[in-house]
């Protein structure tokens, strides 16, 4: 059983998603002067395409993104299910980030961890972190 908590995974999550998009070349530029400062030299007869949010990359490099995207998804997923504890603690880390317990409200938490995880999971741990705060408050 894997011993690393829900922090060093997400770190490591995100540290493979940067490599990942360094790797294939994608930049960001949210007008026509950033990106001429930011934009990569391109292989002849390769175009430049827009990943939505102002982030750009050559076209040629688009499949070793949604690859590498997919990789590093299954990755983050194996990571949580060998690890004891993390899919619960996963939960609560999202529900905390989209201020759930300030809202009342688990529709982005459920957005934001996906089909892998039910209604009925968030819901708990939900109900069992609010009332760990309402005891320790």
Sequence with gaps: MNTRNIKDIKNEYQERYNVLLKNCQVFWAFSDKQFAENKVPLAEGDKYISIGAGGYMPKSKSNELSEGMK??????????????????????????????????????TLEALGKDYTKKEVLKVFIEEREKMSVNA
């Design 71 to 108: 990789a590093v998804d299954k990755w983050y997923k194996a990571e949580i299910k060998a690890c004891k504890g993390a899919r619960r603690a996963n939960i609560a880390y999202e529900l905390a980030n989209h201020e759930a317990y300030y809202t009342n409200d688990i529709t982005d």
